[in-house]
């Protein structure tokens, strides 16, 4: 078991992760008791995007082991990726002590409980940005997506604007105005961002299959299918980049 534990480790970090899947299971097989394993099984799906089939393995970790920080915050991630606001909110909300001058962590947990309802947790989570924050480009970023989330893109751009002019080379910064260009319909304007997001960022899918959207708006049929394939390429559960691609056949 622990051989088959130590090889899924292996694979996962190499990011094989169909191979890494099939030694945990031999390990859970072998060593059913061992929490630890469900865990891996949980990070496996996550880091491939499959956020509802990580959900009942995470689940079960926690259960057996409800001091561990990894496995809360994986399932709350995933609760929230999947629009499970309230389960969201429930599941994260036990970190604050040990998460609360994270600001990813503040972020997540501050939508999660403005989209369940959850007007004083929303409100607690907010301040606590403005506090950690400090007009860090991060904060920006974070308070960017909060805003582009409500709908707000008049607010939402001048954040990520702020993002950018104090560090233009923050991860996801281009991607994340590149989005807020795309839905004022400023088109070239998106385009260029997201553009700079697949030179800074190209193993970040998302990227490719907005920029296919946008090309296929525009009749650039060759353009969008590239763009399109590209992000499947690097992460096989894009639905809308098949149907992208349907569309264009």
Known sequence: GAAHI???VVTMREKRWDEALAEFRKAEALSPK??????????????????????????????????????????????????????AAATLAPLWEKESANLNYLYV???????????ALQSRAYDQMLAVGQETPEFHLYLGKA?????????????????????????????????TY?????????????ELEVVRQPAFAYSYE???????????????EGYFRQAVERNSTLVNSYFGLAKLY
């Not at 907005?210 to 969008?224: H, M, R, S, V």
């Open 34 to 87: 061992e929490p630890g394993i469900r865990l891996n099984i949980g990070l496996v799906y996550y880091r491939k995007s499959e956020f509802s089939a990580a959900i009942e393995p995470l689940s079960q970790a926690l259960g057996s082991m409800p001091e561990s920080v990894q496995a809360r915050y994986l399932l709350g991630l995933c609760y929230f990726f999947v629009n499970r606001y309230r389960e």
């Open 109 to 119: 947990l501050s939508i999660a409980a403005s989209k369940s309802g959850q007007t």
């Open 147 to 179: 805003r582009l989330a409500e709908g707000d893109t008049g607010k939402a751009l001048e954040e990520f604007q702020a993002a950018v002019a104090a560090r233009p080379e923050l991860p996801l910064v281009h991607y994340f105005l590149g989005r």
């Open 6 to 8: 130590n090889l899924g």
């Open 210 to 224: 907005d920029l296919g959207i946008l090309c296929a708006q525009q009749d650039q049929a060759q353009k969008a």
């Open 182 to 194: 795309l839905e004022r319909h400023e088109y070239p304007a998106a385009i260029r961002e997201l």
